[in-house]
């Protein structure tokens, strides 16, 4: 391995790593727009300029291979020299609208401008003008002003999703990306693009213009879109959540994840949430507190003999969350029939080759373990043979998360509301479980934002990840549920505060008539 | 809190201050009697006292040339107001040169503290503090300001233009 010295302080680094790993390796700050640590090297941006000891003349530290007893610094007054004049080519025709860009705040060009930058302007020429709000696709709006055309984006549609959508078209400084022919950017990894380019130009159409960065936290989390189960960053603030980004991690996802998982953000929020527990059947609900439902559903289960309950989980819980209600309901009520539900077994094989699986649940593997090392198993004939021939009296559902993936959904519930008493714990408000027939408790739980946990993925790989913020403060996770089922108490006082929803005025509707 | 105080012998002698407070209110009353020009009260409502134009009042929306708003809802002066008291709503103009523009744009004045950050902050002019300042209302929602008070409202006289003009500066190529 060679040893090299960046600004003097002495690393060693793999053999074969470029100049700027080295950096990057050393946690030196060095200015780079085109370099992407999952991309191939361009080397257009000029800006990761650094000299090289015994060298007479620059390098870009992105494509120089580092060679053993190399100096090599980026501090140098010609340096930064280079890198400012750089910058100013870079903003000849930048129009530099940050308070209305949606990248201000988290903008390559702004920091960089700030670290290396700050100078005068010296062009007098006008500004070159091109279109600002080009539609590319479903899911992004293009910039073409903003566009510094460091190319990010259309290596990534040439190399990683190989869907060649993407181009630089006309010459000098009329160059601009734009799509092949007019055919749309439509892949299910199109917004990676948005996450990679460096500045405001490519814009997620979900995301553009509702919130500043600025107001947003981020949590890190694991996307409980399908069993790949890629790292994520979650952001949100007090109005809910706002959009997932993807978190480097080697092992499962490299630098990406795909569009779907994206979306995943959505019925985490307010609005599709069921925010109290509810007791009855259709036309005669009553909303009670969480803890009356799940206290009288637990009622419900002790008093039905073990045979006449049937448990059907999802596999969008957590490993966590499954060993508790395992125990209890087998060691503690003794149940023998406890159900898998998958959603779509004919496609949980598929694959797309780079992230997304066929298999919509974070966590199927979890549960098959869970099933395996409580030895318990059970067919889904034997249940609907159960509820039909009205053997299973209560049967209790760990709804999914994300019902949106569950294309059975309101045939299942049919199919389990024949049974007399139906206990359903779900995150999301549903309709069809609202007009069911039979003795209903819904009882409202945490989705994986809200909680800490792990999910097994398709490799057997187990991810922890932590709650990231509150939407729904009564909402259960599993384990405080099943505590409550068996009788015992939780620490209430531990509960953290929920979100407000949708920012209003609020003293306004409070003040009333004066 | 409240504070007690305790009655001390010197307190007891309230009479003769009294009776200088009276007299002093007796000679200013002869004075503006006799003289009602140099009174330096106003006779509130009927006369009004006119703030300068810097005076820091009631917030106005400008207005770009064609009447439409000109805010861009960069979000900035609610960013940098203390009282948290500016909400807007951005959304996509369907003129693409627009690009962003504020759907809703609310200020709840009665927890504002004029202190002016948000004229401060704009980068485009779009938001000045008037000189108007009686600010009265029936109902406490009416307090909340929305773009057609801020923008529009009657003594406004069909909305004041922002200096900055995006058609001249994409002519001068900014
Ligand atoms: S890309 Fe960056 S520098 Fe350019 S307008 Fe947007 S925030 Fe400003
Ligand atoms: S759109 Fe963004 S990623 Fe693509 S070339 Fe331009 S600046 Fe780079
Ligand atoms: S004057 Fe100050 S408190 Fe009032 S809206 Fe502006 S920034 Fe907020
Ligand atoms: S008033 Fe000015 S600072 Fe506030 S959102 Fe509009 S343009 Fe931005
Ligand atoms: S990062 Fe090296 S040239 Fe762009």
Redesign the pocket.
């Known amino acids: 391995m060679p040893k090299i010295k960046v600004n003097g302080q002495e690393i060693e680094v793999p053999e074969k790593s470029t100049v700027i790993q080295a950096f990057k390796q050393a946690g030196v700050d060095i200015c780079h727009y085109c370099w992407h640590p999952g991309l191939s090297i361009a080397g257009v941006c000029r800006l990761c300029m650094v000299q090289v000891e015994g060298m007479p003349k620059l390098q870009i530290a992105c494509n120089t291979e580092v060679k053993e007893g190399m100096s090599v610094n980026n501090t140098s007054d010609v340096v930064k020299e280079t890198v400012k004049w750089g910058l100013d080519f870079h903003l000849i025709n ?5 308070p209305i ?1 949606d ?2 705040g988290e ?4 920091d960089q ?1 700030m670290q290396f930058g700050s100078y005068d302007p010296e062009m007098a020429e006008p500004k070159v003008k091109k279109s600002k709000a080009v539609d590319l696709g479903p899911t992004v709006m293009l910039d073409k002003e ?1 566009c510094i055309l460091c190319s990010r984006c259309v290596r990534f549609t040439d190399e990683v999703s190989k869907t060649n959508e993407l181009g630089i078209f006309n010459r000098g400084d009329r160059s601009e990306i734009g799509t092949v022919q007019g055919k749309p950017l439509d892949n299910n990894y199109s917004l990676n693009t948005v996450d990679i380019c460096p ?3 490519l814009t997620s159409k979900d995301f553009r213009f509702r919130q500043r960065v600025w107001y947003l936290k981020e949590a890190d989390s694991i996307c409980p879109g399908c069993s790949t189960g890629c790292s994520v960053k979650v952001h949100y603030n007090e109005e809910g959540v706002w959009r997932v980004k993807p978190r480097v991690n080697p092992e499962v996802n490299g630098h990406w994840m795909c569009d779907v998982g994206r979306n995943t953000y959505k019925y985490v929020n307010l609005k599709s949430r069921l925010l109290s527990g509810k007791v009855g059947k259709r036309d005669l609900w009553q909303e009670v507190s969480v803890e009356d439902a799940v206290r009288s559903a637990g009622l419900k289960l002790r008093e039905t003999s073990p045979d006449a309950i049937a448990v059907v989980y999802t596999g969008q819980y957590t490993n966590e969350e499954y060993a508790s209600a395992f125990k209890f309901f087998k060691e503690e009520l003794k149940v023998k029939n406890v159900f898998h539900w998958l959603n779509n077994p004919e496609k949980v094989n598929e694959f797309d080759g780079l992230l997304f699986r066929g298999d919509r649940n974070p966590n199927t593997k979890g549960l098959e373990n869970a099933f395996a090392s409580f030895g318990a198993k059970g067919s889904w004939d034997n249940l609907q043979a159960g509820i039909n021939g009205r053997k299973f009296k209560t049967v209790i559902v760990f709804g999914p998360e994300d019902q949106s993936v569950f294309p059975d959904l309101d045939e299942k519930i049919k199919m389990f509301s024949q049974a007399e008493n139906l206990i359903w714990l779900t995150a999301c408000a549903n309709k069809s479980l609202d007009s069911v027939g039979g003795e209903t408790w819904q009882i409202p739980v945490k989705t994986y934002i809200e909680k800490a946990g792990s999910f097994t993925n398709f490799q057997g790989k187990v991810q922890d990840f932590k709650a990231g913020t509150t939407i729904v403060p009564q909402a259960l996770s599993v384990s405080e549920a099943v505590e409550l089922m068996a009788g015992r108490e939780i620490n209430w006082n531990l509960r953290p505060r929920g979100v407000g929803g949708p920012k209003t005025n609020y003293a306004v509707s409070d003040r009333g008539e004066l | 809190m409240s504070l007690v105080r305790k009655p001390s012998a010197a307190a007891s002698w309230y009479l003769p201050g009294i009776l200088a407070g009276m007299w002093f209110t007796f000679v200013k009353m002869i004075g503006n009697i006799l003289n009602p020009k140099k009174m330096p009260t106003l006779n509130y409502p009927e006369e009004k006292y006119e703030y300068g134009p810097r005076f820091k009042g009631n917030h106005v929306l400008t207005v770009k040339k064609d009447g439409s708003i000109r805010c861009t809802a960069c979000m900035l002066c609610a960013t940098a107001c203390p009282a948290q008291c500016i909400k807007i709503t951005a959304a996509e103009h369907d003129d693409p040169t627009v690009e962003k523009f504020p759907i809703s744009y609310e200020i709840d004045v009665l927890r504002c503290v004029y202190c002016g950050f948000c004229e401060e902050a704009c980068p485009v002019d779009a938001i000045r503090m008037g000189p108007e300042w009686q600010t009265a209302g029936l109902n406490g929602s009416k307090f909340a300001y929305d773009i057609q008070q801020l923008a529009y409202r009657p003594q406004l006289k069909g909305g004041v233009v922002s200096v900055l003009d995006d058609q001249e500066r994409h002519q001068a190529g900014i």
Do not use: E, T, W
Request: aromatic share 6%.
């Open positions: 930048h129009p530099l609208d940050c860009c990248q201000a903008c390559g060009l702004q401008y903003r500045v405001g130009a």
